[in-house]
């Protein structure tokens, strides 16, 4: 059975529905994912996050009302598609623009590298890939990996990939309104096999070359290169030019790579990755109290205290002390 499919206890399913008012609350939901969520845009966080696992399959619906850079990856062994439902705009997925025509796929070895624009709604299945690639192969003689290997964005028609969002809403509902049904293993291995039948339909046949390197790859990597940079020398004062120097990149190309892949130049990128960072210690606060908003804000860089409070309430929508509260 694969790793998110298995149930706790006894139980051959499980069900998650909740309410989240905090970016890391919600990285959390997603069973057997290792992720990471750092909230771009400004304001109070509110997402809902709604998951059924069963046999060898994930359903789950996230949705989002900031923009957030997800990292991580998904499950040893597994194939996710997700389709976005409610898009303002566009986001960016590892190297790729999407949109409302996107169906965005993901392997187990591939770097979750995930931009949301402000609000987003999408809904998703992941599913073991052995278990996907062999039905393929026995129903249609199709080697689904091979198609998408190197892939973000799965070949598809705005025809089929409304057909597929239909087909995972009406699943999630009759399932929230009965869940009992995933009581029966035949309703479990029916669902799972209309799952993987949806997935070959949705997928055009014959489309596995794979595109050649665009400018969106190459500031995908400055991007990665800057970030990776920025968060080995998180605590220090970083400046743009420091950046330049390090990647050797002029200021335009800079500029223009987290525009177009973050939404957010990199002054504001930085500022953003700092404010969360300072936001999950003071999570992590000791309940001895001993622990300041002074010293952890200090700790990440932000010496102006009364200027980092702003900033921090802008951002999360209440005060760091609020924040720090509620940990001791």
Not at 100 to 116: I, K, P, Q, V, Y
Not at 209 to 224: M, T, W
């Amino acid at each position: 059975m694969s790793p998110a499919a298995q149930p706790s206890g006894s139980a051959p399913y499980s069900y998650t529905l909740r309410h989240t008012l905090d970016a890391d609350e919600h990285a959390a939901c997603l069973t057997n994912w290792q992720q990471r969520y750092d909230q771009l845009s400004a304001g109070a966080f509110d997402g809902v996050f709604e998951e059924f696992c069963f046999g060898k399959v994930q359903l789950f619906r996230e949705s989002l009302n900031q923009s957030v850079h997800q990292a991580g990856g998904a499950w040893p062994g597994s194939r996710t598609f997700a389709v976005p439902v409610a898009i303002e705009g566009t986001g960016w997925f590892a190297g790729e623009v999407y949109d409302a025509h996107s169906m965005l796929t993901l392997g187990d070895s591939d770097e979750l590298d995930f931009r949301t624009p402000r609000r987003l709604e999408f809904l998703a299945c992941t599913a073991d890939a052995t278990a996907l690639n062999d039905y393929a192969l026995q129903v249609d003689h199709r080697d689904l990996e091979a198609e998408l290997a190197g892939r973000r964005l799965a070949p598809t028609t705005p025809e089929r990939l409304a057909a597929f969002g239909s087909l995972l809403a009406t699943m999630m509902a009759s399932l929230r309104a009965t869940p009992e049904l995933l009581l029966h293993p035949q309703m479990r291995k029916a669902m799972e096999q209309a799952l993987f039948a949806a997935v070959l339909d949705t997928l055009s046949a014959g489309s596995g070359q794979i595109a050649p390197a665009s400018s969106c790859r190459a500031r995908q990597l400055v991007v990665a290169r800057a970030r990776a940079y920025m968060e080995a020398h998180i605590d220090e004062p970083i400046t743009v030019a420091d950046l330049r120097m390090e990647l050797g990149i002029s200021r335009r190309t800079l500029q223009y790579s987290f525009q177009d892949v973050l939404d957010l130049n990199p002054v504001k990128f930085l500022r953003a990755i700092r404010l969360n960072a300072v936001r999950r210690a003071l999570k992590a606060a000791e309940p001895s109290g001993r622990s300041t908003v002074a010293d952890v804000a200090a700790r990440w860089g932000f010496w102006h205290l009364s200027h980092f409070s702003a900033e921090y309430k802008t951002m999360f929508g209440e005060l760091p002390s609020d924040t720090l509260r509620r940990a001791t």
